[in-house]
């Protein structure tokens, strides 16, 4: 799970360009710096890359000054189409009686590297642009309610944040999953 020397060049390329493009998610925040911790954090390019190569278009949306950690996100306008019609975990696919999906979001994020948004994550996300406004993405569930079978997802619709429920093992072509990773 490394990246040729040619693709964390590319890699680093597209994500300093997006950063530069998108100020306002990482205000107070230098690229320079951004730059430093991915040379020393090397493992994470692979996660990044599959962030980007399943469509999430991964940026800097924050930073953890306890850990000096940078926080990577999905910042697509949209939900990562590399990663629609999932259900929301294994349990609910494996419960699909039909048409069950390849995949889904709990395993799919755990194999990428990556942490489901929170609602907390996803509504902080919201204030930095508008996201899934056509699209839904799958949230983290809180085991109060997976474990009466539901899950929660959220969108953007009305200029309001929306966050709602389905049973876990529903799957739409329009919902996918947002991850993010600490480098």
């Not at 590319?10 to 530069?20: D, E, Q, V, Y």
């Amino acid at each position: 799970m490394k990246l040729t020397l040619e693709e964390q060049e590319t890699l680093i390329s597209i994500l300093k360009l997006r950063f530069g493009k998108n100020m306002k998610r990482h205000e107070s925040l230098e690229w320079a710096k951004v730059e430093a911790r991915l040379a020393i954090k090397p493992d994470k390019l692979w996660t990044l890359n599959e962030m980007e190569r399943t469509g999430g278009e991964p940026d800097v949306v924050g930073f953890d000054a306890k850990s000096g950690a940078y926080i990577f996100c999905d910042c697509s306008a949209e939900s990562p189409k590399g990663r629609r019609s999932v259900c929301y975990d294994l349990q609910g696919q494996e419960s699909r009686k039909e048409h069950r999906p390849e995949h889904n979001a709990l395993d799919m994020a755990a194999a990428m590297g990556i942490s489901i948004l929170t609602e907390e994550e996803y509504r902080a996300l919201q204030k930095l642009g508008t996201f899934d406004a056509k699209t839904s993405s799958w949230l983290e569930t809180p085991e109060a309610i997976r474990k009466h079978g539901g899950a929660i997802f959220g969108d953007f619709r009305y200029k309001h944040v929306f966050i709602y429920h389905n049973g876990a093992q529903s799957y739409y072509a329009a919902r996918a999953f947002r991850g993010s990773v600490q480098v």
